[in-house]
């Protein structure tokens, strides 16, 4: 079974643009989590679908959003990019939404906001 | 809400030595615990998890971690260290988070290197 897959793996951008990137779950897997790994906050939460509708969000402003689609498949969006938003930014699919629901993670896209 | 501190940001070991990564966790109710490993420019990867069953939790590649409620602990503990355990290690405590959401909370995490 294929894993969770991201594109693009890399991206630089300028401040002030946007940026969507993509996330495929594994085949069956309803859940989508989004997280944002930076060297000094570490892993941080984004948010979480289900279903097409977000569940559960992290503490990360409003230029930050997302969706899920009928297939599962989930996109983010980062408006008006700051420096601060360089970070690799990595999904996460799991069969349901339950605690003990292993999150199994994509490669990552890497964003580089100059 | 819930927590986790690993101890030691990076850790040595020569090969063949004891693997020891420490993870203390805080949660208000029974945790769900998970060890992550990073290999550079990849995602994560699942070592093992603790779901309330053996409280010996035993996972790929050799590693085993013991669930301690009195202590909040869940280190990880490898026999012998191979060259290719060195990477960066992520321990995360799973919560309900509200609407049924479960969200992981991750550790800061743990660079390990192996020494020939």
């Known amino acids: 079974k294929a894993g969770v897959t991201q594109t693009p793996r890399y991206l630089i951008k300028t401040r002030g643009q946007q940026v969507t990137l993509s996330c495929s779950p594994i085949s069956g897997h309803r859940s989508v989590s989004w997280y944002q790994q930076t060297p000094g906050q570490g892993l941080q939460f984004l948010f979480e679908y289900f279903s097409e509708t977000q569940r559960n969000k992290g503490n990360f402003p409003g230029r930050f959003s997302g969706r899920q689609f009928s297939n599962s498949r989930s996109e983010m969006n980062v408006s008006t990019l700051e420096l601060g938003d360089s970070a690799l930014y990595l999904c996460a699919s799991s069969l349901e939404r339950r605690g003990t629901d292993t999150q199994y993670f994509g490669p990552g896209t890497r964003l580089t906001v100059l | 809400a819930q927590s986790v501190t690993q101890l030691g940001s990076h850790v040595s070991v020569s090969e063949g030595a004891l693997v020891l990564l420490r993870c203390n966790y805080s949660?208000?109710?029974?945790?769900?615990l998970f060890w992550y490993v990073q290999y550079p420019n990849q995602g994560l990867q699942l070592l093992l998890k603790?779901?309330?069953?053996?409280?010996l939790v035993k996972g790929i590649n050799g590693f085993e971690a013991e669930f301690k409620k009195s202590e909040t602990s869940f280190h990880l503990t490898k026999p012998s260290a191979h060259m290719s355990d060195a990477a960066e290690y992520f321990c995360?405590?799973?919560?309900?988070?509200?609407?049924?959401?479960?969200?992981?909370?991750f550790g800061k995490g743990t660079k390990l290197s192996v020494i020939p």
């Open positions: 995360a405590v799973s919560g309900n988070s509200g609407a049924g959401s479960y969200q992981l909370t």
């Open positions: 603790y779901t309330s069953a053996a409280t």
């Open positions: 949660s208000s109710v029974p945790p769900y």
